[in-house]
């Protein structure tokens, strides 16, 4: 079974950089896309990234455009994201989670959730 458990989230000031990390064990990674997504207080979960099984698509929110990299090592079976420019509104609480092969618009396409890491982008 695969399981999924995220890292790297903390508090950094704006203008700040932290690199999210997804890592899995269980089973392999390769065969599968990872999302990352968020969800602010108050707010609905959103899709920020999402990076396909083989790394040839990536895809990010308007929001993050420019600003945020999704990456893969499939040999360490772990998913980065890395976030530079923070703005507070980038304050969320960020998970990954999995769909087979390719990305999907739809959260629901995506399963195996992690429990999330807190983004603070706060002065």
């Known amino acids: 079974q695969l399981q999924l458990v995220e890292s790297g989230g903390g508090l950094v000031q704006p203008g700040g950089s932290l690199r999210l990390s997804c890592a899995a064990s269980?089973?392999?990674?390769?065969?599968?896309?990872i999302g990352w997504f968020r969800q602010a207080p108050g707010r609905e979960r959103e899709g920020v990234s999402c990076?396909?099984?083989?790394?040839?698509?990536?895809n990010y929110a308007n929001s993050v455009k420019g600003r945020f990299t999704i990456s893969r090592d499939n040999a360490k079976k772990t998913v980065y994201l890395q976030m530079n420019s923070l703005k507070p509104e980038d304050t969320a609480v960020y998970y990954c989670a999995v769909r087979y092969d390719e990305c999907s618009s739809y959260e629901r396409d995506f399963g195996s959730w992690g429990q999330g890491t807190q983004v603070t982008v706060s002065s």
């Open positions: 990076i396909s099984s083989s790394g040839g698509s990536r």
């Open positions: 269980g089973l392999t990674l390769d065969y599968y896309a």
